[in-house]
């Protein structure tokens, strides 16, 4: 069914069978990524056929890890809306604004895509049970992806996530730990516990497939597009999964001869208390060491250090394009304004790139008459006690 060729070091290019339980590089430690035989995929499969296929994102299954169709844990994933946001790009003299809106994702998230791969995948290879350190909506997304696939799950979350996030993992049958800390810390206790436990890790880019099913964003963003991408798409950057995923997926689209080699802007919106990769980006650093108090009612933003730092900081800066930091009340604003423009219900994720565009736009790195995407990533509905005055 697919193309599925390995498993390659981001960083030091060891090359690794793709049919084994795998996290990260075992020669240095950086995130490993799939590589797939283009050519075999792009005969087998062409953009006019995809017309013909299922609304998910396993409408591109050939260029997906899942080697058997069978072993699919879906709960209909991807396939999410990309709205001309109209009365907003009014307000900001913009005719070419657009909103990804993946708060339509089974469990209110774009999370659904990436642990939705994740899960079949660690089925299909033999995992038993699944353990994932998170900020909230990457918990409730494997939760709900263990129930489906019937398999064991454990998540540790900061004792302060938002109660919604440790309800819905609960409803899912899920393990759910709270630890005195942040998502760093959580990583911390997965890892030391997950052999004596026979626990297989699904953090971020510490397991090689999370990353394969938000790449898909990209391969939507083309399709919906009419195979032309944008001049610039915002995104908030936690872990980077769906940055670097869709800066992959652009890569592929290439050499599938989807797409020709013009690249969007990738944009990096994080929040002013956590901002590790738009501190390094100022600095022209190559990787971004961790930042210290982590702050932020964005619980996807609280990520004081990703282990895809250095593929992050690339695809920004091989895409000339932006990173930029914004306070949590302007996330709010966002909040609002997205909800009463374009009657969508944002997670503050989603204010946040609202409030890095605004924030671009003054600075003049944006221009009005630019076509940009803004990545609404998750719904408002389980951070309600923590959106400020809109209470
Ligand atoms: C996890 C999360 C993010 C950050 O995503 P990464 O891929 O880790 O950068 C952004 N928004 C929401 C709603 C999230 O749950």
Not at 57 to 68: G, K, S
Not at 143 to 154: C, Q
């Amino acid at each position: 069914m697919n193309f599925l060729i390995d498993l390659e070091c981001s960083d030091c290019s060891k090359q690794l069978p793709a049919d084994r339980l795998q996290n990260l590089c075992p020669a240095c430690g950086r995130p490993l990524l799939a590589r797939y035989d283009t050519e075999g995929a792009g005969k087998a499969l062409t953009p006019g056929a995809l017309a013909m296929r299922e609304p998910t994102l396993w409408r591109y299954r050939e260029m997906l890890p899942v080697r058997d169709e069978s072993a699919i844990v879906t709960l209909s994933e991807g396939g999410t809306p990309l709205i001309h946001a109209r009365r907003l790009g009014e307000r900001l003299g913009m005719d070419g604004l657009f909103i990804k809106d993946e708060s339509v994702n089974p469990t209110g998230s774009f999370k659904a895509r990436g642990l939705a791969m994740a899960v079949s995948r660690a089925l299909e290879l033999g995992a038993e049970s699944l353990a994932i350190p998170s900020a909230g909506n990457a918990a409730g997304a494997l939760s709900a992806y263990g129930a489906k696939a019937g398999i064991p799950v454990h998540v540790f979350m900061p004792r302060d996530t938002p109660t919604p996030f440790v309800v819905e993992c609960r409803a899912h049958g899920a393990a759910v730990e709270l630890v005195d800390g942040l998502i760093t810390d959580c990583g911390k206790l997965v890892a030391a516990r997950k052999d004596a436990e026979g626990w297989f890790d699904v953090s971020t880019l510490k397991e090689p497939y999370r990353v394969e099913g938000k790449k898909t964003m990209g391969y939507e963003l083309a399709e919906q597009g009419g195979w032309v991408l944008p001049d610039a798409i915002l995104y908030p950057a936690g872990g980077g999964t769906g940055l670097i995923g869709m800066w992959k997926a652009f890569a592929e689209m290439e050499a599938l001869g989807w797409i020709g080699p013009e690249r969007p802007r990738m944009v990096a919106v994080q929040a002013a208390g956590c901002q590790p990769i738009v501190r390094a980006w100022e600095q022209n650093w190559p990787e971004a060491p961790q930042w210290e108090n982590a702050r932020t009612l964005a619980s996807g933003l609280r990520v004081p250090s990703a282990v895809g730092d250095k593929l992050m900081l690339a695809a920004i800066r091989e895409s000339n394009g932006e990173a930029v930091a914004v306070p949590d009340g302007d996330m709010v604003r966002g909040v609002r304004e997205i909800g009463a423009f374009e009657g969508i219900f944002a997670s503050p994720e989603g204010g946040a790139v609202l409030a890095g565009l605004r924030k671009l736009l003054a600075l003049g790195r944006i221009e009005r008459s630019n076509r940009v995407v803004l990545f609404n990533t998750g719904s408002g509905h389980k951070y309600v006690d923590n959106l400020g005055d809109l209470r």
